[in-house]
């Protein structure tokens, strides 16, 4: 079955780098687009980024352009994402999520990596 | 990116039916037929309930329906049942290649 597994999170104080890694199984990796997705403490789903399956076509939500870099290791079967000069509205749970194919939808999702900005 | 517009709650007793509006623009949700829903139980991760505004996958109670005219797409759960309380989300294809989610809705069953 499906299994995506999160890590990188944790405390992180304002200003720092981090970046968090996505590590899928039990599907064909090198065949899917992959997806980050994040939820602040009590908030709603917030959509980051899209990486296409071979790494060379990406898309970030504009709230995040500039500052995320998402990025992948097909050899690995790893997702990643990279977060640059990191705030305390930074501070959210981190989703790594399957894309659909050939249905264009999200359609599986990892169990979240906290992370929480503050000095 | 605006995010689309959800009721923040919506409710009913076990065995009614419930409707859930997601409403966007002609840019995502009235302009391509790729919106998903999705349950969220409190501390889990979101589950895929609806994708493609009326597709069920495998696994999921044929009770939970999608639909869309214009620029709104709703989910629909009939025969509610207890285990049917938790958040809903809304998420869209946009015109500029990325998603946006809904604010979510909390479904309560009295």
């Known amino acids: 079955q499906v299994q995506l597994v999160e890590s990188g999170g944790g405390v992180v104080q304002p200003g720092r780098s981090l970046r968090l890694s996505c590590t899928a199984s039990g599907f064909t990796f090198t065949a899917y687009p992959m997806h980050w997705v994040r939820q602040a403490p009590g908030k709603g789903l917030e959509w980051l980024a899209v990486l296409s399956h071979d790494g060379n076509t990406y898309y970030y939500a504009d709230s995040v352009k500039g500052r995320f870099t998402i990025s992948r290791d097909n050899s690995k079967n790893t997702l990643y994402l990279h977060i640059n000069t990191l705030r305390p509205e930074d501070t959210a749970v981190y989703y790594c999520?399957?894309?659909?194919?050939?249905?264009?939808?999200?359609?599986?999702w990892g169990q979240g990596a906290p992370v929480t900005v503050s000095s | 990116q605006s995010a689309l517009t959800q009721p923040a709650s919506v409710s009913g007793s076990p065995g009614q039916s419930i409707t859930i509006s997601c409403t966007g623009t002609?840019?995502?949700?009235?302009?391509?037929?790729?919106v998903s829903w999705f349950q969220q139980h409190p501390g889990k991760a979101p589950e895929l309930m609806i994708y493609?505004?009326?597709n069920r996958p495998s696994g999921v109670p044929d009770r939970f329906s999608g639909s869309k005219s214009a620029n709104t797409a709703s989910l629909t759960i009939s025969g509610l049942q207890a285990e049917d309380e938790a958040d809903y989300y809304c998420s869209s294809y946009t015109h500029s290649n990325t998603w946006v989610f809904g604010g979510g809705t909390k479904v309560t069953v009295l």
């Open positions: 002609s840019s995502d949700v009235g302009g391509y037929d790729y």
């Open positions: 493609e505004v009326t």
């Open positions: 999520a399957r894309g659909g194919v050939p249905s264009v939808t999200i359609d599986s």
